[in-house]
DNA sequence: CTGTTAACTGGTCGGCCGGTCAATTGACTG
DNA sequence: CAGTCAATTGACCGGCCGACCAGTTAACAG
């Protein structure tokens, strides 16, 4: 456990990572080259192949590593959540933004991944839908929400609106008549919990 | 107005653009090259270069064209919609949300020039976008809609939402829980609409 | 029929691409 | 201390990239 100043792997590989992270998110993986991946993580072209192979290699890696972080950030809000919470989906709904503000590259990683027909994402967020359709239901059931729409469809929504808001964020942000980010939450909540209510 | 047979060069830039559309939809711009591009519609790559100069030249071709499409098409529903309907809303959402579905390759060409920060296409949304909010700003006062929401994301929301639906559709295609596009449509319209009326 | 223009072709260029390899260096083992 | 192994380097490779250019051919105006 002690801390070698000229040759650390696990550094090396985790500064590899963050570059290629910030580099991909920022012009998707065929546009970056081997040599701006080295120059931006400061090391050598080959010591790159060394670690992770092959170009997708080292996309592969990236999008496992942001896409683990991800799923495991929101597999673990989906279950600390409070199950007789009645105003929990809109809690889900702010949590789920505050997510997505606090990390617009992850949006943009998930959009290039998504582009490139990258399916190891799909399978995530299905699980991710699938446990957020579940307390829908539940609430359903208890009859703190119309149960007259399909849950998944309820939670597609919602991710869909908060999803597309992040990834056109920078181009709307000077629209005219057009909010910043809360003020646009607090009228999606209004508009959307006011649908979900029972008859 | 006769046809000449051997050489036509708006019916070869036409193919051209119609390939590069095509290729550039699927794989996104940094990913097609010259030769691809070449082979895809039929002509040599010198041709290309003669009629576009430079693949950047053929790119932004690529996108006036579809996007100019796009804008006319919306900005002719949007004005022929009639203003003294009260169920205009919903009615805007079904037709923006048949143009998507029969659209899938217009979704894809904004997802890939927005990912790359192409600003020409925020315009014509930007004016889109503000032609439908005075819609919806006519309909709260004229008390069909509440009025304690902005019009601007009471259009965002639902574009949002139609959106990202297609943009991600190939994935959820076949999530367990997740309807077809006609249910989806439904159920957000459910919500969306219930969630505007007024106290 | 002739001259002009532009559509179109094949060949070629310098440069950068991703990837490889032999050699060096540093850290750790026994 | 020698010995091993992995981290790291720089030089190098064949191939493909976008672009260019000289030459050819079809359309058309006079």
């Not at 080292?58 to 009645?86: I, M, P, T």
């Not at 490139?116 to 609430?139: F, I, K, N, T, W």
């Not at 729409?149 to 990834?167: E, G, L, S």
Request: proline content about 3%.
């Amino acid at each position: 456990m002690n801390e070698p100043t000229t040759r650390d792997p696990e550094l090396t590989r985790a500064r590899i990572l963050q570059a290629a992270f910030d580099l991909f998110v920022e012009k998707g993986f065929a546009a970056v080259t081997m040599r701006e991946l080295a120059e931006g993580s400061g090391v050598t072209k080959s010591l790159i192949h060394h670690h992770f192979g092959t170009k997708d290699g080292l996309w592969d890696a990236v999008k496992e590593l942001a896409f683990a972080r991800y799923y495991q950030d929101q597999k673990e809000d989906l279950e600390q959540a409070d199950g007789a919470d009645s105003d929990l989906l809109s809690k889900s709904v702010v949590r789920y933004f505050r997510f997505l503000a606090e990390n617009p590259k992850v949006v943009r990683l998930f959009s290039w991944a998504h582009l490139e027909g990258d399916s190891s994402c799909s399978h995530m967020d299905a699980e991710l839908v699938g446990l957020g359709a579940e307390r829908v239901r539940q609430a359903q059931q208890a009859g703190q929400l119309r149960d007259d729409v399909n849950p998944t469809h309820v939670v597609t929504t919602f991710v869909n609106a908060c999803t597309q808001w992040f990834a056109t964020c920078e181009h709307h942000a000077d629209w005219p008549g057009m909010g910043n980010n809360e003020q646009y939450l607090e009228d999606f909540l209004k508009i959307f919990m006011r649908g979900l209510q029972p008859d």
